[in-house]
């Protein structure tokens, strides 16, 4: 089956860095783009960051534009996702996506606190 197990998260100081994975099994993932979101407490969840199927096409929101990169090793079955300068608002739960046999994947999540 579809799994999708997300690490990295943590609690790190406004400006700091962190790097998250998220493992994939039980599928082809190198046919598949994938995804980031993140929901933070009281928000709808929103699409952070996708990647082409090998890597060349990525897309991200207006508001980490710059700040975070999307990156995936098609050997490991696996997506990263760097994330620099982080601010207080990045605060939330982060969660990988993909969406093979026309469903829709979820891990269960890793979570990701900015402060002081």
């Known amino acids: 089956q579809v799994q999708l197990v997300e690490s990295g998260g943590g609690l790190v100081q406004p400006g700091g860095s962190l790097r998250l994975s998220c493992a994939a099994s039980?599928?082809?993932?190198?046919?598949?783009?994938m995804y980031w979101y993140r929901q933070a407490p009281g928000k709808e969840r929103e699409l952070v960051a996708s990647i082409s199927t090998l890597g060349r096409n990525t897309n991200y929101a207006a508001s980490v534009k710059g700040r975070f990169t999307i990156s995936r090793d098609n050997a490991k079955n696996t997506v990263y996702l760097q994330m620099n300068s982080l601010k207080p608002e990045d605060t939330a739960v982060y969660y990988c996506?993909?969406?093979?046999?026309?469903?829709?994947?979820w891990g269960q999540g890793t979570q990701v606190t900015v402060s002081s």
């Open positions: 039980g599928f082809t993932f190198s046919s598949y783009t």
């Open positions: 996506n993909a969406r093979p046999y026309n469903t829709n994947y």
